[in-house]
């Protein structure tokens, strides 16, 4: 692994996305772009603002605003609020980006002359109160499979089922609830996902053991269940246009119904994974402008995602489980069609010489659930990330939802817990740390790395044991399990407060100075080491640990092993007691935060 490309699910343009959307996606992809970084690989890391649809447009309006407008303000809003949460994206780039329009619009074209998309007649429903078509998410109903009575157009969250509007019974506005609605021809592009069946399979067959059981479950959920293909238009007039008048003749030489599409944008679904490659080009050219060069070159953001320049690529993506579909089935099923072609014999052939990249790792995760329910805005029940940040500083919600992420099964989130653990781990273990051993040194050693005094048997240990949490550490990080990971730090820094209770350099100054050095010495490695290792977790809170004892920030992935491991700081080096670094979350607030927020009492009126 030399370079590594790093996507998080897109967040939707309508609105700050919740506690849950972060610990699903955005978090455990920003951990792991840092360690990647830290260990000095090439790192590129981009996500976006998913703006198409008609959830923007109704937002829009609700608001006031013309819908490019509201996204240009939404999209900044985002952008700011995972800043301010530490999210390190190389580039945070929008779907409605003109490289987007640009890519999907290709893609779309090379996959019908490949014999991969084709026309039907569709019967979609329409709305005689809005006077509108309605998209399959606006349409809601009763699912034929499982009776879920808010079960939408496109997808049924109570059983997963995909659906179509035309499924539902007793189908209604999601718009304005009315039942008025009526089914009506209108012509549409669908891509033939179900002739990638047996490839798409093949393919994620080899991905058993390496993917997550949740993800490859998924996914030969959906082949098992037979892989159906996928209309990629809607009537609509915000997304990105079909505009099929240059498109050239597909393998049985008919050529698009050009009157028949006009007006109609392609599905969101089908632009936004699109918008990874599409970021990755917005940020080659961003690039290009602070140089002071023209716009960025193909192979500039080509090398990320073509084979062959993109040979020595590692592409992991994060997500939540309901993402996970359209990232194992849709997104690949373009991909591969822009990779080959189908003749008109039926055979498969090669259809370039630089095919497009698919994913190496698909990490997916469980959803957060809000005392055992879902996150809601009008019921009062949860955390959204701009409200978060107006209580803690981020490093606490980092913290906590890393050390809990729904990976193997959903997570909870209770106040109760989250003030229990975050006390506990970061203001009694690690910070109780950095400030009893850098209060000792500057009281005892005029505040700077003392010398004198060899490693004993204590310290001995220490170094083994240090190198052997480390290996696991680094592993957990590699293989991007959030959970272990942070258990593994964790582990770390008590590692350090059982050295110094052991070691108790306050009682050994007594009689024995070079033998108090010796464990003021390694205690203040020990912080130079948590500041490396913790980054990835608690970067703002790390960058003042490392700062502290006068490393870099970020420093890099610690290598060496072993006594090396704890002989970074040089001797005389002048070090610092910061400010505290994490302050207890009080009984007070939390009964504050529960009445504002929701708690135990909430969720059990529900």
């Known amino acids: 692994m030399s370079r590594v490309l790093i996507t998080s699910a897109l967040p939707y343009i309508n609105g700050i996305k919740q506690l849950g959307n972060l610990a699903g996606s955005m978090l455990p992809a920003d951990v792991y772009a840092r360690f990647q970084r830290a260990r000095g690989r090439e790192t590129l890391f981009v996500c976006a603002t998913d703006e198409h649809g ?6 829009a309006a609700a608001a006031g605003q013309d819908v490019r407008d509201y996204c240009d303000e939404q999209h900044r809003l985002q952008h700011d609020v995972c800043r301010r949460f530490g999210l390190s994206f190389d580039h945070f780039g929008r779907s409605s980006s003109p490289q987007n329009h640009r890519l999907t619009q290709r ?35 009763t699912c034929p499979h499982c009776g879920y009575e808010a079960a939408r157009g496109d997808q049924c969250e109570n059983c997963t089922r995909v659906l179509d509007p035309a499924d539902l019974v007793r189908p209604r506005s999601a718009v304005s609830g009315s039942e008025e609605i009526e089914i009506r021809d209108s012509k549409h592009l669908f891509l033939r996902q179900s002739l990638f069946s047996e490839k798409l399979r093949g393919w994620i067959e080899t991905k058993k053991g390496a993917w997550p059981n949740l993800v490859t479950s998924i996914a030969f959920k959906w082949l098992d269940e037979g892989l159906q293909d996928r209309g990629i238009t809607r009537d609509l007039t915000w997304g990105v246009p079909v505009n099929a008048w240059d498109w050239g003749p597909n393998p049985q030489g008919q050529l698009p119904d050009i009157e028949g599409l006009a007006g ?38 080509e090398r990320w995602w073509r084979l062959p320049h993109a040979a020595d690529v590692t592409y992991v993506e994060f997500m939540g489980k309901d993402n996970v579909p359209f990232h ?49 805005t009008s019921q009062r029940r949860g955390v959204f990330m701009d409200h978060a940040l107006e209580l803690l500083p981020a490093d606490y919600w980092r913290w906590w939802l890393t050390a809990n992420a729904p990976e193997s099964s959903d997570a909870n989130f209770t106040w109760e817990q989250f003030q229990a653990q975050v006390n506990a781990d970061l203001a009694d273990v690690l910070g109780n740390f950095v400030n009893r051993i850098l ?45 272990k990971a942070a258990q593994a730090v964790r582990q770390l820094w008590v590692l350090g407060n059982q050295y110094l209770t052991e070691a108790a350099p306050w009682t ?16 203040l490695n020990l912080v130079a080491l948590f500041a490396k290792v913790s980054e990835p977790f608690i970067p703002f809170a790390a960058e003042k640990i490392a700062l502290a004892v006068g490393e870099d920030y970020p420093g890099r992935w610690p ?26 979350v009080e009984d007070g607030q939390i009964a504050e935060w529960s009445e504002r927020f929701g708690g135990a009492e909430t969720a059990a009126a529900q």
């Open 264 to 301: 109609k944008v392609f599905y969101v679904w089908f632009d936004a994974p699109i918008e990874y490659i599409g970021a990755t080009w917005e940020w080659a050219d961003a690039k290009a402008a602070e140089e002071g060069r023209g716009a960025a070159e193909d192979i500039e953001w």
């Open 54 to 59: 008609t959830p923007a447009e109704l937002a």
């Open 508 to 523: 050994a100054i007594k009689t024995d100075r070079d033998r108090a050095a010796v464990v003021v010495r390694t205690g």
């Open 559 to 584: 290598e060496s092993e072993g006594a090396a491991l704890l002989q970074i700081l040089e001797p005389g080096r002048k070090v610092a007691v910061p400010e505290v670094l994490f302050r207890k």
């Open 107 to 141: 893609f779309a074209k090379t996959l019908w002359e490949a014999g991969f998309i084709e026309e039907r007649v569709t019967k979609q429903v329409y709305s005689l109160a809005d006077k509108r078509f309605l998209p399959d998410r606006y349409v809601v109903g």
């Open 328 to 376: 194992t089935v849709g997104f690949p099923c373009t991909l591969i069609g822009l990779n080959e072609t189908l003749g008109s014999d039926g055979k498969w052939t090669q259809a370039s010489n630089t095919p497009w990249k698919l994913v190496d790792m698909l990490k997916g995760f469980n959803w957060l659930n809000w005392y055992g329910g879902k996150f809601s």
């Open 439 to 483: 209060k000792f040194c500057e009281t005892r050693f005029e505040g700077a790395v003392p010398e004198g005094g060899e490693p004993g048997e204590l310290e001995q240990r220490l170094h083994a044991d240090v190198t052997e949490k480390l290996a696991e550490l680094t592993a957990h990080m590699e293989a991007a399990e959030m959970r």
